[in-house]
């Protein structure tokens, strides 16, 4: 008989690195790659596997969060499948969640209403594909009572991340660090360290027990990686499972273990930019491991103009349904639904979110435009990033990002 599995997405972050655009928003409603949402895509992994329980746990500005999964991720109820938000309810006192830890913590009522023998513990912001039945059937191999995802990456880098420290069986955690600046490589490999992906399956009584231990230690930070995953390395009860074992069926050489954390404005811009090559580093066109999302009605972008130098066109580009590309260039860009780009526009390397609209005459570059940002004509941004960081935000790496309905000047 298949194991009961249970899935918990943690999406009540609040993203304060990525405002402007989480200003108005939680972290894992932030539109991404035209027509996505970033929760869409650990929700897609987890229906792709065939888990359709799956709890969102959300907290921070919810409400388009929750639309969007509300409106989009309808399953089937004849199998009791479901995939539904559930914000915080102060089950447990008056008081908020307080850590991820204790998100769990507080809707213990979910786990005991299912009974799953398996409980998956995955974030809502990260850009990636993975099958997460094969690191399932591992744990459950292994017999830990939790299995923790790590994705390889340079020794150099450690102190960007949660590490991850593995005993000489290489599958062990002996050690999970946040950040360290004296981190050791891996046994085979002493040039790399494990990061954490923040996603975990646990044995359910594992989760649980450590859960409710932590609940009762006042001076915990009740968060999953600082707290609940130590513990139980503590305990000898903790395994890695190496991302890069992970096979996704139509993946390829090119995009095998992608995942990227975009919790900064300059990582959310690059993973746009991996998007558009012509050999993507992240392909969204693999058909055998689809992306979900809502479809709405909108018509098929359109070009038009050619006349002299007013031309529509799009090179390097993505360009979702519903945009107008009239007689400008758009170059090396995301551009998504009901966008429109007016006569002799220039967009360059640049987001353009759903609803904006880039009057005649405006440059664009290297910026990041949320919904229905207007620039008026002539208006020039990420031209003069002096004058830029006068009115908008820029990034450290110098990209403009203008949030929701924000003015811009001309």
Same mark, same amino acid.
């Given at each position: 008989m298949a194991a009961k599995v249970l899935a918990i997405v943690l999406a009540g972050g609040e993203g304060k690195r990525l405002m402007p655009l989480t200003t108005d928003r939680a972290k894992p409603a932030v539109p991404f790659g035209g027509m996505y949402r970033m929760v869409d895509f650990v929700l897609s992994n987890l229906a792709n596997a065939g888990y359709l329980k799956?709890?969102?746990?959300?907290?921070?500005?919810?409400h388009s969060l929750d639309r969007h999964i509300t409106k989009t991720w309808r399953m089937s109820t004849l199998l009791g499948n479901y995939v539904t938000p559930v914000p915080a309810q102060q089950r447990r006192g008056p008081w908020w969640f307080a850590g991820s830890a204790d998100a769990i913590y507080q809707s213990f009522n979910l786990i005991y209403d299912e009974q799953p023998d398996y409980v998956i513990v995955f974030g809502a912001d990260h850009i990636y594909r993975m099958d997460p039945r094969q690191m399932v059937e591992d744990h459950i191999a292994s017999g830990a009572g939790v299995t923790v995802a790590g994705i390889r990456q340079p020794l150099s880098t450690a102190d960007q991340f949660g590490v991850?420290?593995?005993?000489?069986d290489g599958r062990r955690i002996r050690a999970f660090r946040e950040k360290p600046t004296d981190a050791v490589g891996l046994p085979d490999a002493? +040039?790399?360290?494990?990061?954490?992906?923040?996603?975990y399956v646990f044995t359910t009584k594992a989760l649980c027990e450590a859960v409710e #231990? +932590?609940? +009762?230690d006042k001076t915990s930070k009740h968060d999953m990686g600082g707290s609940i995953i130590p513990m139980l390395v503590e305990r000898g009860e903790a395994n890695v499972y190496d991302f890069r074992d992970n096979e996704v069926p139509g993946s390829t050489d090119r995009d095998r273990g992608y995942w990227r954390d975009v919790g900064t404005l300059d990582s959310f811009y690059d993973a746009h930019m991996d998007l558009i090559n012509v050999h993507p580093v992240f392909n969204l066109y693999n058909f055998d491991w689809p992306i979900y999302t809502e479809q709405p009605p909108f018509p098929p972008a359109k070009f038009v103009h050619q006349w002299g130098e007013r031309v529509g066109r799009a090179v390097a580009s993505m360009v979702s349904p519903g945009a107008v590309i009239s007689g400008s260039l758009v170059e090396n860009s995301i551009v998504s639904p009901k966008v429109k780009v007016h006569s002799w526009a220039h967009v360059d390397g640049s987001v353009l979110m759903? @609803?904006?609209?880039?009057? #005649?005459?405006?440059v664009v570059r290297r910026a990041i435009l949320d919904k229905n940002v207007y620039v008026p004509e002539g208006a020039e941004i990420?031209? +003069?990033l002096e004058r830029d960081r006068q009115r908008y935000t820029v990034s450290d790496? @110098?990209?403009?990002?203008? @949030?929701?309905?924000?003015?811009?000047e001309p």
């Open positions: 799956i709890v969102v746990l959300t907290q921070y500005k919810s991850i420290e593995v005993g000489e002493p +040039d790399e360290i494990y990061a954490s992906m923040g996603n #231990r +932590d609940a +009762d759903e @609803g904006v609209e880039i009057g #005649r005459h405006a990420g031209v +003069d790496n @110098g990209i403009v990002v203008i @949030g929701k309905g924000q003015k811009v």
